[in-house]
C-alpha cells in the first residue's frame, strides 16, 4: 500500500495552523487531485460542508493512492456527519478496512470515527471502534481522547470525561 503523500502531513499534525500550506498548494502547479483535496481541507475549515464535499468528491474521482482514498472517504464521512447526514455504509466501510491502511493514515481516521461515532451517539452502535498501536502523534492522541470524552458524556458518565480531557 502506499503511503500518504508527504505533502499533506502539516495538516494533520497542526490542523488550521498549516492554511499558508494549503493555500500555497492550491495556487502551484500540482495535480487537479491534490488541489481538489486542499480545497477540501479550507472549505472544512471555513465551515461550509457542502463545498467540501464537492472537492472531496472531485478529489476521489481522480484518486489513484489507496491511502489518500481512504483519507478523503473520511473527510467525506466527517462532512455528511457535520452536515447531520448519517452515512452507515461508508461508515461500516471504512471501520472494517482500519486493519488495511497504514499507521499514520490510520491515526487520522480513527479520529475522524471516534468523533463520528460521538456525533451520532454510541447507544445506536453495536460494537466501539478499535484502535491500532499505541504509538501515535500528539495531535492524533488529542483526537482521539476528544472523541472518547463525547462518547462518555454522551453515555452520561460524566465523572470519566475528566480522564480525558
Partial sequence: ???????????????A??????IKVINSNLSDNIRYTALS?????KGDYNK??????????LCGNSS???????RELSCKASLGNKD??????????????SGRTREEI???ILNVEARWGTVKLKRKTRIWGDKKILSA???????????????GKLGSVSNFV
Avoid: C
Wanted: overall charge positive; proline content about 4%; hydrophobic content about 50%.
Fill in 1 to 15: 500500500m502506499k503511503k500518504l503523500p508527504e505533502l499533506f502531513m502539516p495538516v494533520f499534525r497542526y490542523g
Fill in 17 to 22: 495552523f498549516a492554511k499558508p500550506l494549503i
Fill in 41 to 45: 481541507f479550507v472549505h472544512t475549515w
Fill in 52 to 61: 467540501a464535499l464537492y472537492y472531496t468528491h472531485k478529489a476521489l474521482d
Fill in 68 to 74: 489518500m482514498r481512504y483519507m478523503l472517504f473520511a
Fill in 88 to 101: 452507515e455504509k461508508l461508515y461500516q466501510f471504512l471501520k472494517s478496512n482500519l486493519n488495511k491502511i
Fill in 110 to 112: 480513527e479520529a475522524v
Fill in 141 to 155: 492522541i488529542t483526537f482521539h481522547h476528544l472523541g472518547y470524552a463525547r462518547r462518555l458524556a454522551e453515555e
